[in-house]
């Protein structure tokens, strides 16, 4: 059993940066392939980001691909999301996600590839 916590989130000006955490419990953390996924109002959950747990990989979605950066800290069970140039259309509950996926990376970017969730952090860009 995984537990997620996810924190860092908060208002903040369009243009401007966030960083948000995700603590995860549990002695095999680098085993597991961790994601942020979101939700905006009136949405489904979008995914965002993955990275992988040994070599470290990444991916991102279009829509964030070059603002955002997904990292990991093995030795600190927690893994980041650092956003920057972000916009009002990034306004949305952000997930983290922890799990382990398989073969190609459609696959990853699958929300029920994912077995332990956080809460989630709520992420409002004003404009």
């Known amino acids: 059993q995984v537990q997620v916590v996810e924190s860092g989130g908060g208002l903040v000006q369009a243009g401007g940066s966030l960083r948000l955490s995700c603590a995860a419990s549990?002695?095999?953390?680098?085993?597991?392939?961790m994601a942020w996924f979101r939700r905006s109002p009136g949405k489904e959950r979008d995914f965002v980001t993955f990275?992988?747990?040994?070599?470290?990989?990444?991916y991102y979605a279009d829509a964030v691909k070059g603002r955002f950066t997904i990292s990991r800290d093995n030795a600190k069970n927690t893994v980041y999301l650092k956003m920057n140039s972000l916009k009002p259309e990034d306004t949305a509950v952000y997930y983290c996600?922890?799990?382990?996926?398989?073969?190609?990376?459609?696959?990853?970017?699958?929300?029920?590839?994912?077995?332990?969730w956080g809460q989630g952090t709520q992420v409002t860009v004003s404009s």
């Open positions: 990275i992988r747990g040994s070599g470290g990989s990444t």
């Open positions: 549990g002695r095999t953390f680098s085993s597991y392939t």
């Open positions: 996600a922890a799990g382990t996926p398989k073969g190609y990376y459609s696959n990853y970017r699958a929300y029920d590839a994912y077995d332990y």
